[in-house]
C-alpha cells in the first residue's frame, strides 16, 4: 500500500490549509474503500500524535483532543483519496503529517495503523 500526502505549507496563525493523501497499491480484492484512513503528526522532539481518523464508508470520524473542532477528515472513495482540513490554525499544530491507512474498516485511531505514508510538513506562525 502506497498514500502520497501532500499540501502542506507554511501559513499564519488562525488560517487554514487541506492535506490530501492518495492511496494506491492495494492487494488483490482490495480497494481503498476497503481501509480505514487517518491522519497522525509528529511535532519536534515529540512524539508521533493521533490527530483523526475515518472508516471506510466515510460515516464515522474521531478527532484527538488536541484538534476537535478545528479539523475536519473526509474521504472521496471515487478518487482514492483522504482530506484533512485544518482550520484555526495554531503554532502548536506545527509538525510532519502523516497520512495512515488500516485494513480494519472501523479503525479509529486507538493503535498504531498498519500502512503510513511520507510525512508533509505544516508550519505554522504566530
Known sequence: VQLQAS?????????????SC??????????????SMGWFRQAPGKE??????????????SYGD???????????NAKNTVFLQM???KPEDTAVYYCAADPNPYYEGTMSPSF????TLVTVSS
Open 87 to 89: 482550520n484555526t490554525l
Open 22 to 35: 492518495v492511496g494506491s497499491g492495494f492487494p488483490s480484492g482490495f480497494s481503498f474503500s476497503s481501509y
Open 7 to 19: 499540501g502542506g505549507g507554511s501559513v499564519q496563525a488562525g488560517g487554514s490549509l487541506r492535506l
Open 116 to 119: 503510513w505514508g511520507q510525512g
Open 48 to 61: 508521533r500524535e493521533f490527530v483523526a481518523a475515518v472508516i471506510w464508508a466515510g460515516t464515522r470520524r
Open 66 to 76: 488536541s484538534v476537535k473542532g478545528r479539523f475536519s477528515i473526509s474521504r472521496d
